[in-house]
């Protein structure tokens, strides 16, 4: 569904210019509004967001990808989150949920056989892990969040399996039916990899690797300060971005 979105815009894109160039370049934030390059790369450049290329033939896409953010589910949300929580993974509601959200649960044979850099869909570099590797980072995870495992409860969850199991020895992995959790935190639709949502609905999302220390977050000490310096960043990045050079 989201890369039909992509999809759908990258063809409503080229529509709109094909007759105009056929090298075209646009510039778009994260609810996909038009931005002027210098605006662009203003946000791109800031500890807020990352830059993301999409292209086909006859155009090319920048679009901003936050790399985190806060905010609050409503109550309605979180009747509805909580519920497709219960009935699908059968966990306790109460705790202070942590997320590890993978779009693409691989099969053990897509891994390489050495870590390495590759270009991704995007043209931008990822750095790929063994298999090996990845079960370890998984369950270094599982047992660093199980120290608190009477506030926190950790989920690894997934959009689309590939041929992985469900459950290796004590780790699982959950997946998200008709990407419902996708769909909640569209405040980060592309590429979204954490999620930390405490009991009255507040939450962190995060795409990139913050500074921020996870520990905190979750137990959330410093919360209503992390959020305002966010706010205050972003409020402050919006107002110099139109300011003329």
């Not at 002027?36 to 790369?41: A, C, G, L, R, S």
């Not at 033939?57 to 109550?75: A, E, M, N, Q, V």
């Not at 009935?87 to 056989?113: C, G, Q």
């Not at 996870?214 to 300011?243: G, M, S, V």
């Amino acid at each position: 569904m989201f890369r039909f979105r992509l999809t759908f815009l990258v063809l409503f894109f080229c529509n709109c210019f094909i007759c105009f160039s056929q090298n075209k370049t646009i510039y778009i934030d994260e609810q996909n509004n038009l931005l002027e390059k210098e605006i662009f790369h203003k946000s791109a450049n800031s500890d807020l967001f990352t830059s993301h290329h999409y292209h086909t033939d006859s155009i090319s896409i920048f679009k901003l990808r936050p790399k985190y953010c806060f905010g609050k589910l409503t109550p309605q949300e979180k009747n509805q989150l909580y519920s497709f929580f219960k009935e699908k993974y059968k966990v306790d509601t109460n705790k202070t949920f942590v997320v590890n959200y993978m779009d693409t649960l691989r099969a053990k044979s897509e891994y390489p056989i050495k870590n390495l850099f590759i270009s991704s869909h995007d043209s931008t570099k990822e750095f790929e892990i063994t298999y090996d590797d990845f079960l370890d980072s998984s369950k270094r995870a599982f047992f660093y969040y199980k120290r608190w495992k009477r506030k926190i409860l950790y989920l690894n969850v997934y959009f689309k399996n590939n041929g992985h199991p469900e459950q290796i020895e004590d780790l699982f992995w959950y997946q998200d039916y008709d990407g419902q959790i996708k769909r909640m935190f569209n405040k980060i639709s592309d590429g979204l990899k954490m999620i930390i949502l405490h009991p009255n609905g507040d939450y962190y999302l995060e795409s990139s690797e913050t500074k921020l220390p996870y520990d905190n977050l979750f137990l959330k000490k410093r919360w209503d300060i992390y959020k305002q310096e966010f706010d205050n960043k972003l409020k402050a990045l919006k107002l110099n971005a139109t300011q003329p050079q």
